[in-house]
């Protein structure tokens, strides 16, 4: 050791701004490389060879692969990822509409003392219908 202490000076600029630049293309790489991985495995259409096939091709030549996988099959995968996104907003609405059908318990009492007026249900009934319904 030499006992030089390197200050922030001594890094320049533009050296700061290409290790940035690195490593946000290292992350970028790294989604699309796991894109593309996800994609392989969503495609119902592709046969089981295929995708292992490709999934060869993505981890043995990783950049080659990407490069060749998003050229061949890149329109596809776009249609893929907007069905994916709409099958979850389907589920999700789906989800929601059952879930607000269920009815309040004051709707539930209120008609349970429209058939008690009725005279669908006797005073038993209607007392043991509400017990249900508040505990």
């Known amino acids: 050791m ?3 202490v390197y200050l922030a000076y001594d890094y320049p600029v533009l050296g700061a701004f290409w290790t940035v630049m690195w490593i946000f293309l290292w992350v970028m790489w790294l989604v699309l ?3 593309v991985i996800m994609d392989i495995f969503r495609d ?9 096939a490709w999934l060869l091709f993505v981890l043995l030549i990783p950049f080659l692969g990407v490069l060749v996988y998003v050229i061949v099959r890149g329109k596809e995968m776009g249609k893929r990822e907007i069905q994916q996104a709409q099958q979850q907003q389907e589920a999700f609405n789906s989800y929601i509409r059952q879930t607000a059908k269920g009815s309040s318990t004051g709707e539930e009492l209120a008609r349970l003392s429209e ?3 009725k005279g669908d249900l006797s005073e038993a009934e209607f007392q043991r219908a509400k017990e249900k319904l508040l505990s």
């Open 2 to 4: 030499d006992g030089t």
């Open 33 to 35: 490389l796991f894109r």
């Open 44 to 52: 119902h259409d592709m046969s089981g060879w295929a995708k292992a």
């Open 115 to 117: 058939l008690k007026a």
